[in-house]
């Protein structure tokens, strides 16, 4: 590994107008924007690695990646060589050299999603990009009783996509809060060793059908037991959900 540096990364990006984070062959990508420029700066390909992916139009505030190069620039200029290139819905916040040992996805040890609501009935045209419409009210107190069940360590079988190709479904979540910002503006943050393939998507899908009285919050207890998806809410739109923060 000598001469080679190891770079760690964290991004922000408006994922609307890309098909998710990993690369693809055919659609856009963040990493893919990502290493266009990297190959820019350092004049030959180099492969990034994310702490994770996020689907097609899933925003972030917090997203890491690392990659390892033999070009010595100076730590603090890596951010402003990247953002040169890049465009405007994506911004790399700051760059560090860390040990050989660090990798994005297998360092991490904790993540944190957020989900935005607009509970209102007429949608705020500022705020339609970045959060899913409930023009009905919402039972915020029996959002949290269900929430509740889902602390702790269980299989969510029921609350990925059956396209998950992950071979456990087992995943730890060690909070989740519920909180109106501002009137109608509801935040839903997910804390969790990690998730599955649409795993947040679908929880909130299922605490809105509770807020909503479409079903009580005790069900989710049977929910999880059956590890069925289809037993559990609709899967909500990608544009509320930002993966806020990764911790090391």
Not at 31 to 60: C, F, M, P
Not at 189 to 194: D, E, L, V, Y
């Amino acid at each position: 590994m000598e001469g080679l540096y190891n770079i760690k990364c964290t991004v922000s990006y408006d994922g609307g107008n890309y098909g998710g984070y990993q690369l693809q062959d055919n659609a856009e990508t963040i990493q893919q924007r990502l290493e266009n420029a990297l190959e820019k700066i350092v004049k030959k390909h180099t492969r990034t690695y994310a702490s994770g992916r996020t689907d097609a139009g899933v925003h972030a505030r917090g997203q890491v990646f690392h990659f390892l190069t033999e070009t010595p620039i100076p730590e603090d200029k890596w951010a402003f060589a990247f953002n040169a290139l890049l465009p405007d819905d994506i911004v790399v916040l700051t760059a560090q050299y860390v040990p050989h040992s660090f990798h994005s996805r297998f360092s991490a040890v904790e993540k944190v999603y957020r989900y935005c609501l607009w509970n209102r009935r007429v949608d705020d045209v500022f705020s339609r990009h970045y959060s899913w419409h409930i023009p009905y009210a919402l039972d915020l107190d029996a959002m949290r009783e269900a929430a509740s069940y889902l602390i702790g360590e269980h299989d969510f079988t029921s609350f990925c996509s059956i396209r998950s190709a992950a071979g456990s479904k087992i995943r730890n979540i060690y909070e989740i809060t519920i909180d109106e910002e501002e009137p109608g503006k509801i935040w839903l943050t997910f804390r969790g060793n990690g998730f599955l393939y649409n795993m947040v998507r679908i929880i909130v899908g299922t605490l809105v059908n509770v807020g909503a009285k479409k079903r009580i919050p005790r069900s989710i207890r049977d929910i999880l037991a059956e590890k069925n998806r289809d037993l559990a809410g609709k899967t909500a739109p990608a544009k509320g959900l930002f993966l806020w923060e990764v911790k090391y």
